[in-house]
Structures are given as structure tokens and as C-alpha cells.
């Protein structure tokens, strides 16, 4: 089907800038990753990038009829959009301690911040003590705390619930996690040293596999030495593309110590939402919505977005798309910028800043377009299936199990890359600003959303239906409660 619904691919061409040059001799000698790191350095020092916020609607229409208040922002002062009435902090459990000992499970992640890893990191602090497991979170970046102060608003929302949360260099670190006497570890993109740290601690390990080897700075190939010299229990895949990754890289890893657990989705984060109200207040009426929910980076691709974007909506008048995440590269936002400040459609573009309560845009929704050149497991995808929007998403990790090929659920596109597997910085960076390969694709598979929308409408409480039972978060906590007493007691996790 979609291959009938492809139209020609419109040729794009890139304006030499300067450092082109500099950075293709980096990529040809494989420093795309290094390229990248010095140039978002250097981007720090520039001035400060604007963003639009959640204060203004998306079409600016007269307010006759129209609720002042603004739902978008309804939550604002929540930390990461987590509803603080007393009622949404106390949640029913399905879980009863009964004879499962009382565990310690320490936490450790770089730094706290809005984003999916760091979405998961809160869940499992919050959550994990429902299940028997006291948590605290290690921060092992030199950024998580700045003048002896936390930073970030995941960090600030965990000691807000009451979860310890400390920043430390090794050093430090070890002392810390001495007194606070773990009896298992859980690492979330953590630097090799923290390994070392349990070994010394003498408390049995987890590393959860949040993205493609590698692609992130981090490598696997520790893990079979690891796992050979004893205290590493073992690794958590968020998708089988990951555990299959993980076992052709060390293929002398023992199998029965690596699990695929998908990540769920917190339904703590999401409010009964009124969908009319909520796009009264943004200004829609017939148009459709497409909304995507990640930084704003290379990795999540918004350039190749937005130019297929450009070739949907100039035979839909009536589309927008509206993307919303925090900078994390300011450098790769202006070009964005450009680019959209060039197209025709340039209105229907909305570049906003994170939402701190992503139901509520999703609620106001009509699909959900996420064409990132690599993930783990998407979140925000999944966030929008349980929201009841129908998904378009580029072949990563995580894609083809959320979709599982039924066009109820939306479409999986080609890689913007072609093969997902060839998906590492290099490539990423040498193809971000240039025409893709899943362009025609992409373009074509927002067409079907928008050509039946009327079934897609009909269809979303359906979909909310299924995707709360398919991505449950107490399945997805019992999953990881279960590896982590496996851990703590020397069995198997698989």
C-alpha cells in the first residue's frame, strides 16, 4: 500500500557552510562521535537559542468562545508532568510484599534529565518500592550537580517523592554507595567505573541496554570479561534487536543472563484529558495534527522530519506538525529552524520547547511521526499508542514489536539510513542534512493517516484499550522486580 502512495522525492541540495569540509575528513576517518562532541562544545559557547513554550497556541484564531485557561500548562509546576494531587501518588498495586525479603537496589545513571532513559530511571526509583526493592538513584556525571546542587527536573521531581538521590565522582561515589550498602545494582548508561564500584561493594550487577552498542559512547565488550570474573548478574535488553545485538557482539555471553523486558508506559504521567478542549485552546478545528515528542538532536532526525513533511503538506492544507522537546543540540536546532523558515508550509511547523505533560498534547493529536536515525525502545511512540493515536515510525529498535504490522496501530518506514544496523554517529551525522532514503516512504505513510483519519478516529478507544494492556507499567515493573531478586540471589535472569 504504501508503495502505491509514494510520489517522487522533491531534490533537495545543501549550501556548503563552513566546516563542512572538516567535518567529512572526520567522518571519513571515523570521528563522527569526536566531530560531535567538539562542535556541540562549541555551540555552548554561542548565545543562548530561543524556543517557543507551551504559552501560545499553535493557531493563533480570536477567542471568542475560548477557555483562557491554558491545559497545556495546567501542570507546569509538576516536576516532568506527574500529577502531584494525593490521590495520583497513591495508585492501587497489584503487588503484596508477603515473604519476599526487603532489598536495597541502588540506581545509577549519568545525570537526571527530561528524556526517555531518564523517564525509565524515575519510574523504576518511584516505583520499585511497591514491589519490595528500596531505591536510590547514583548520578555519575560532573554535571548532575552544580554548586552542590542537583540538577535537573527528573532529579528534583525523585527527591520531591522522597527518593535519595546523591551526584558523586568515583571516589565519592564509593563511600557513599558503602554506607547506603546496596544488595544489588542497577546501571542505566553508566560508565564502565561503576561496575568496578559494585565488584568493590561486592554487590551483583544489571546493566539495562537502552541503546545500540556503541552508538551512545558505550561499549559491550566488557561484559563476557564481566561476567567471567563474577559480581555481573547479567543485562536487561529494552528489545530483542538490542539482546541480539548484545549476543553477536560477546557471542561467549551466557544467554540465560540476558533478558529482553520492553519498556511500558507510567501511566502515572497521563491525565484524563478533554481532547476538545484541549485543541479549542491550541486553536484547531478541521486541521490534522501530527505531533512528535523528542529532543531536539540528530539522533531523533527532525531535519529528515520536517523536509517530508514539506511534500504531505503541500497537498494538505490542512496538516501541522507540531515537535516538541528540549535542545540538547543548538547547533542541529538552528538548521531545523532554516530549513523551516524556506518551506511554503513554514507556518504549520511548530518548533516548541519539552512539555512537561505529554498526554495532553497527544490527546489533542491525530497521528504520531517519530523518524529517528537510532533508539532503544521509544518511548514517546509508545506514549502516543496508548494515547490512541495511530504511529508512523522509522525502522529502529523497538519499531516493529510496538507496530507488530498491523495498520491499526500505523506504519514502520524504512530507516532514514537504509538498514538500521548501519545506524551509528558517523553515518547519522554525514546523512542529517541531506536527502533520505525513506523520504518518499515517510511521506507516504503520513498520507494514509491523514486519508483515514475517520477510521483512525473511530478506532482510538480501541487502541487505548489495547495498548494499556500490551504496555502495562505494573507488567513492566514485576518484569524488572523479578530480574532484579534473580540478581541479588545468583540465579539466572532469562
Keep these: 500500500m504504501l508503495a502505491k502512495m509514494m510520489t517522487t522525492a522533491r531534490a533537495t541540495s545543501d549550501a556548503v557552510r563552513p566546516g563542512l569540509l572538516a567535518r567529512r575528513v572526520m567522518l571519513l576517518l571515523h570521528l563522527g562521535s569526536a566531530w560531535h562532541r567538539i562542535a556541540m562544545s562549541i555551540d555552548r559557547r554561542r548565545p543562548a537559542v530561543q524556543i517557543d513554550d507551551w504559552s501560545a497556541p499553535l493557531v493563533v484564531r480570536p477567542r471568542s468562545g475560548r477557555s483562557e485557561a491554558n491545559p497545556l500548562a495546567s501542570l507546569a509546576d509538576s516536576p516532568e508532568g506527574i500529577p ?45 518500592p511497591s514491589r519490595g526493592l528500596e531505591t536510590a538513584v547514583l548520578c555519575t556525571s560532573s554535571d548532575a550537580m552544580v554548586d552542590g546542587q542537583l540538577t535537573g527536573r527528573t532529579a528534583l521531581m525523585l527527591k520531591s517523592k522522597g527518593v535519595e538521590v546523591f551526584a558523586a565522582e568515583p571516589s565519592q561515589a564509593f563511600e557513599w554507595a558503602k554506607q547506603w550498602r ?4 542497577s546501571a542505566h548508561g553508566a560508565p564502565a567505573w561503576t561496575f568496578d564500584l559494585a565488584r568493590r561493594l561486592g554487590v551483583p550487577y544489571i546493566d539495562n541496554l537502552h541503546g545500540i552498542n556503541g552508538h551512545v559512547g558505550r561499549d559491550w565488550h566488557w561484559h563476557s570479561a564481566g561476567a567471567r570474573s563474577g559480581g555481573f548478574l547479567g543485562v536487561v535488553a529494552v528489545s530483542e534487536m538490542l539482546r541480539q545485538q548484545q549476543l553477536a557482539v560477546n557471542p561467549d555471553f551466557p544467554p540465560e543472563r540476558i533478558v529482553t523486558i520492553p519498556n511500558g508506559v ?30 531536539h538532536c540528530m539522533v531523533k532526525n527532525s531535519y529528515g522530519l520536517v ?10 492544507p490542512e496538516v501541522h506538525l ?30 516548541r520547547d519539552h512539555i512537561p505533560t ?38 529502529v529498535s523497538g519499531a516493529r514489536e510496538q507496530i507488530a504490522g498491523d495498520p491499526s496501530r500505523g506504519y514502520v518506514v524504512s530507516n532514514p539510513l537504509g538498514d538500521p544496523l548501519r545506524a551509528d554517529w558517523a553515518a547519522s551525522a ?47 515493573l514485576a518484569q524488572h522486580a523479578a530480574a532484579l531478586r534473580a540478581a541479588s540471589a545468583g540465579a539466572a535472569l532469562a
Design 182 to 185: 546496596p544488595d544489588v545494582i
Design 84 to 128: 502531584t494531587a494525593e490521590s495520583s501518588l497513591s495508585l492501587p498495586e497489584t503487588h503484596v510484599v508477603g515473604a519476599d525479603p526487603i532489598l536495597r537496589c541502588l540506581i545509577v545513571t549519568p545525570a537526571l534529565r527530561t528524556g526517555g532513559l531518564g523517564e525509565v530511571v524515575a519510574f523504576l526509583a518511584r516505583r520499585l
Design 322 to 351: 507540531a515537535i516538541a522537546g528540549r535542545i540538547d543540540e543548538p547547533r542541529y536546532y538552528r538548521r531545523v529552524l532554516q530549513l523551516r523558515d524556506t518551506l511554503s508550509c513554514r507556518e504549520r511547523i511548530h518548533l
Design 430 to 476: 554525514a546523512a542529517q542534512y541531506r536527502p533520505q532514503a525513506n523520504r518518499e516512504e515517510l511521506a507516504a505513510a503520513m498520507e494514509l493517516l491523514v486519508a483515514n483519519r475517520v477510521d483512525y478516529m473511530s478506532n482510538r478507544d480501541r487502541l487505548i484499550a489495547e495498548s494499556a494492556q500490551r504496555f502495562s507499567a505494573t507488567s513492566w
Design 358 to 395: 505529554p498526554g495532553q498534547l497527544l490527546a489533542a493529536g491525530d497521528g504520531f511521526v517519530l523518524d529517528s536515525f537510532f533508539e532503544g525502545w521509544p518511548l514517546a511512540s509508545m506514549e502516543a499508542l496508548f494515547s490512541g493515536l495511530p504511529v508512523v515510525i522509522a525502522d
Design 307 to 316: 523536509a517530508a513533511f514539506a511534500d504531505v503538506a503541500a497537498n494538505r
Design 266 to 295: 507510567d501511566d502515572e504521567r497521563f491525565a484524563v484529558l478533554d481532547r476538545a478542549a484541549v485543541r479549542d485552546w491550541l486553536g484547531l478545528t478541521d486541521e490534522f495534527l501530527f505531533v512528535t515528542l523528542g529532543r
